[in-house]
């Protein structure tokens, strides 16, 4: 299902700046010649979205959970304060030379560790609370990395997560696969959750705000 349509899209796009950095190009050209899936990647638009909300955050810590070729990870680092870290997950071990190649081309060797290895098992060995946190790795363990994330999230803390909408298959009934139904499960979750505020958008494939009360 497109969820908006392609011209607009580019609008969008040809009206938006937040901050440029030619490793994105870099990244963008990497993911779609070397890597499986390459739609994963972020993409401009919604990589600037990331930028934009992190510069009004300010995190001192950043957590991401799914960093696939690292073009998501450099625009949340655009709001870091100046001590500040982002910590990111990856499953994939083949990802991480490269990742790390472009983290030091855009100059945040110091300001991004990457980790690799199982999200849910790593996220347990932090003892930090973070101030925004980015959710976009296996879709089935969503509603896990949710429970898992708030505790450790700062009271007026944001998390973000992506592919909410999963190309609209939430709205399909019955909900058949997998995927599909801990996304709708999630969604589900985080609107009956007293511990938070949520926003909805269609932006891309969907992006959840939510809110730490």
């Given at each position: ?5 392609e ?38 638009l ?24 690292g073009?998501?990870?450099?625009c ?62 296996d ?75």
């Amino acid at each position: 299902m497109e969820l908006i349509n392609e011209t607009l899209h580019k609008y969008c796009e040809l009206h938006t700046k937040v901050f440029e950095n030619d490793v994105l190009n870099e990244i963008d050209r990497f993911t779609n010649l070397n890597v499986l899936m390459p739609q994963m990647l972020s993409g401009y638009l919604q990589g600037q979205y990331l930028a934009m909300m992190s510069k009004m955050i300010q995190p001192k810590n950043i957590l991401e959970i799914g960093t696939f070729t690292g073009y998501s990870a450099v625009c949340l680092a655009q709001g870091l304060q100046d001590e500040g870290h982002l910590y990111t997950l990856e499953a994939n071990e083949e990802l991480k030379a490269p990742v790390t190649d472009f983290f030091k081309k855009a100059g945040l060797e110091e300001k991004i560790s990457m980790q690799i290895g199982n999200g849910v098992e790593l996220i347990d060995k932090f003892d930090i609370i973070f101030d925004l946190i980015f959710i976009d790795a296996d879709k089935s363990n969503y509603p896990l990395y949710y429970e898992k994330c708030l505790p450790k999230l700062k009271k007026g803390g944001i998390i973000l997560i992506d592919n909410v909408l999963w190309s609209g298959k939430v709205c399909e009934e019955p909900i058949k696969d997998k995927k599909t139904k801990a996304i709708h499960e999630l969604n589900q979750r985080i609107q009956q959750d007293d511990r938070v505020e949520n926003l909805l958008l269609p932006l891309r494939d969907g992006m959840m705000w939510v809110r730490k009360r």
